[in-house]
Each structure stands twice: as structure tokens, then as C-alpha cells.
């Protein structure tokens, strides 16, 4: 299992950097963010120790299972699922750097009281639904900017750029319009110089479609089933949503 843990990181490091190379972008530009939902954490442990230490959990229950044997090796750890806000104070304790889901004000609102009352402060993707699927959570593309202004007010919370799940489908130039969708977003609230945000994240693209999203703009790509292998049970089980993060 170890060996090939490695071997599929390899792999999906070659796919990164010959899609920079393609895309006339510099190979350390794009991040492999681990998608560890349902992974066990003596897998994780090989990736991490590997020298891949951005990984992401969806649920707040695993994150908190997964935490003991963790913890002691360095990695960064983000958030990538609909966070309910009554969940705000475990990702808080079980030391989430950045929420890439951040999609509705009243989370940010919630989120940002908490952290008042910790002394602490959190980086955040603004989630778009680029699809326009129904089954998606996320803001719409009509709404972003404002939700990055109102967001952007909340001193304890920081926006580094955006996020989004794209269409889900074997036709490239569908789930092209996502990504592209989302980088244009970007130039719009880059150019709207709007006081405490940054716009250096796009967080898009997964095991089947990084070369797309990497050609569209990505800096960082959610991998899971391409690195740890196929999940036990459906992802409708484990996510809201049913198109969900592989």
C-alpha cells in the first residue's frame, strides 16, 4: 500500500508539472492539495511523510478521528466541505488553517465571532458555483464580489482567492466554462482593489480534470481517489452535494 501511495503521487506530480509545462507556467505554481475523505490516517501518513503536506478533510467528524494520529507530522490542513455553523468551534480546535468552502455570509459572520472570542484569525477561498447545478453549494458567480466585500470587513478572516467544484462531466469544454468562469471572477475582484483581500488562490481541478484546470489557472488541485484509490462507499454517503470532491 505504501509503495503505491508513492507511486500514484509520483505520477500525479508528473501530471502537474507537464500541465504547467504545457500551460507556459512555472512547475512550482500549481499546490497538490490531498483529498483525504474516507482515507485512513495510517494512508495520509504515507503521503505526508512523502513531502506532501496540504491535505483537506470535508467532514468535520473526520477531521476530529483522524487528528490524534496526525498531529505530530507537520501539514498544513484545510477545509473543503459545507461547514455547518454549529461545527465552527471543532475546526477551530483541531487546528484548520484556511476554510475553502466559504460560500454564505452567515457562516463568515459565525465564523468570525469565534474567532473574535479566540484571539485567532483564518484564511478563506470563497466557494462559487460555477456548474449552476442545484446540488452544488457555493455562491453564485452574480454574487461573488459582493460576498467578498461583505466577507472582507470581518477582521479575523482573510481571503486569499477562490474556490469551486466544476461540472463533473467527461465533456472538456463543459467543465473548461468552470474554470474559466472562476479565473474571470478573479480578474473582476482583482480589479475591484477591494482592502484586505488577495485574489493568489484558485482552488480548482481534481484527478480527472487537473490539466484543464491547471491550463484555466489553478494554483491548487484537490487529489484523492488518484493518489489513496477508490473510496468504500459512494460519495453521495460522505457529501450534501451529489457531485462531490474526488
Not at 1 to 15: F, G, V, W
Not at 92 to 121: D, F, I, P, W
Not at 153 to 169: A, E, F, V, W
Not at 205 to 218: F, H, K, N, V, W
Request: proline share 2%; with cysteine.
Amino acid at each position: 500500500m505504501t509503495d503505491e501511495i508513492i507511486n500514484n503521487l509520483q505520477k500525479i506530480n508528473s501530471r502537474i508539472q507537464q500541465a504547467c509545462i504545457n500551460s507556459q507556467r512555472g512547475t512550482g505554481s500549481v499546490k497538490l492539495l490531498l483529498a483525504t475523505k474516507t482515507v485512513p490516517a495510517e494512508r495520509i501518513k504515507t503521503a505526508l511523510l512523502a513531502g506532501h503536506t496540504l491535505m483537506a478533510e470535508n467532514k468535520v467528524q473526520e477531521l476530529k478521528e483522524k487528528y490524534e494520529a496526525l498531529k505530530t507530522i507537520p501539514h498544513e490542513n484545510h477545509f473543503i466541505g459545507h461547514l455547518q455553523t454549529n461545527k465552527i468551534k471543532d475546526i477551530l480546535k483541531y487546528e484548520v488553517t484556511c476554510v475553502q468552502s466559504m460560500g454564505r455570509l452567515e457562516l463568515a459572520e459565525k465564523l468570525h465571532q469565534r474567532l473574535l472570542s479566540e484571539n485567532k484569525q483564518l484564511d478563506v477561498l470563497i466557494q462559487v458555483n460555477t456548474s449552476g447545478e442545484e446540488s452544488k453549494f457555493g455562491i453564485s458567480p452574480e454574487g461573488a464580489l459582493q460576498l467578498v466585500e461583505q466577507v472582507s470587513r470581518l477582521s479575523t478572516l482573510h481571503i486569499k482567492g477562490l474556490m469551486t467544484i466544476g461540472l463533473l462531466s467527461a465533456e472538456t469544454d463543459k467543465v473548461r466554462q468552470c474554470f474559466r468562469l472562476l479565473k474571470s471572477l478573479q480578474q473582476q475582484i482583482i480589479a475591484a482593489a477591494i482592502p484586505r483581500v488577495a485574489m493568489e488562490e484558485l482552488s480548482m481541478g481534481m484527478s480527472g480534470d487537473l490539466e484543464t484546470a491547471i491550463e484555466e489557472g489553478a494554483t491548487i488541485v484537490r487529489v484523492g481517489t488518484a493518489v489513496f484509490g477508490q473510496r468504500p462507499t459512494p460519495d453521495g454517503y460522505y457529501w450534501n452535494e451529489s457531485i462531490a470532491v474526488r
